[in-house]
C-alpha cells in the first residue's frame, strides 16, 4: 500500500489516496501505522476519497483507531496533497467530512501550496449538541472536577467536541498524567478533546491539546478554532479579527466572524512517500485481533 506522511504545524498523519488503494479496515490499519515501532508512526490515518457532494471526501481515523468528525491540520494537508499530487488544478476545493462540507482556499506559488484558508462553518454552542452533559443554555467558564481539583471549562464544538480551559501556564502542566481523566469525564458522552490556554495578550493565546485517541499532539486546528471561540466568549480576544495561536508544533490564525462561522489559515508539509507490505499490515491487523485491550494500548 502507498502513502504519504505529512504534518500541519505537527499534528501528523499518514495519507492515503483512495483514488487508487482500497482499505478494507482503516479502524485496524490506523493502529497499524500509528505505532512508532512497529508501524509508520503518527497521529492517526487520512483516506483521500471520492464524494458525490464535494471535490474529494476525507475519512479521518485516530491512533487508537477510532473513527474523527473533523481534523482542521488534517484539511489542510489534504488541499496541498491533493494539488501537488495533481488531482485538482482549482484553487478553492471543497472537502467532505464527517460534521460537513469544508472550503479550502488554496494560497499557490510557483506550483507550490503555501498556505491553505479554511472555512470552518459554524461554531455549535448548545451543549447537547457538542455534546456535553448540562442543562445550561451554553456551556462557557463552568466548573468541573477533575482529579480533585476545579477546573473552568467553555464547550464548543467544530463538528468534534472540544473543552477549553484557560490557565496561567500551559508549560507547566502534567498533561500525560491528567490528559485522559479530561478525555473521558462522565459530562461528555462522546469523549472530549481538551485545550489549555494561555493569554499572551489580545491577539494571542499559546495552547496544549491533549485529543481524544491519541493523546497530547503537537497542533489542533479544531482545537485552535474553539480555543479562539472560547476566548472570544469569555472577553479575552475580539470577534472578527485574526488571532495568532501558538502551538507545540506552530502557528495558526483564526478569526470567529459575527455570524459565528470560523476561518483558519495555516501552512502544511509533506514529510515522506513510501510503501508499506500488505503481508505486514495484515499479520499486525491478526495480531491486533489477537491481543488484549492492554497489549493494544502499548502498540499505540
Known sequence: MKFTKMHGIGNDYIYV??????????????VVVSDVRKGIGS????????????????????ADGSEAMMCGNATRCIGKYVYEKG???????T?????????LKLEVSDG??????????KAVLEPKNIPVKSELDRFINQPVEVCG???NMTCVSMGNPHAVIFVDDVDSLDLERTGTFFENHE???????????????????KMRVWERGSGETFACGTGACASTVAAVLNGICPRDEKILIHLRGGDLTITYQSDETVIMTGGAEFICDGIIEDDYIRKMEENLCSCTESERNEMK
Open 17 to 30: 489516496n483512495c483514488f487508487e488503494e482500497n482499505v478494507s479496515n482503516p479502524e485496524k490499519l490506523s
Open 43 to 62: 497521529d492517526g490515518l487520512v483516506l483521500i476519497m471520492p464524494s458525490d457532494k464535494a471535490d474529494f471526501r476525507m475519512r479521518i481515523f485516530n
Open 87 to 93: 488531482l485538482t488544478n482549482k484553487t478553492d476545493v
Open 95 to 103: 472537502l467532505e467530512t464527517n460534521s460537513g462540507i469544508k472550503i
Open 112 to 121: 507550490k501550496v503555501k498556505s491553505i484558508t479554511v472555512d470552518m462553518g
Open 149 to 151: 481539583k476545579t477546573y
Open 187 to 205: 459530562i461528555f458522552p462522546n469523549r472530549v478533546n481538551t485545550e489549555f490556554i494561555q493569554v499572551i495578550d489580545s491577539h494571542t493565546l
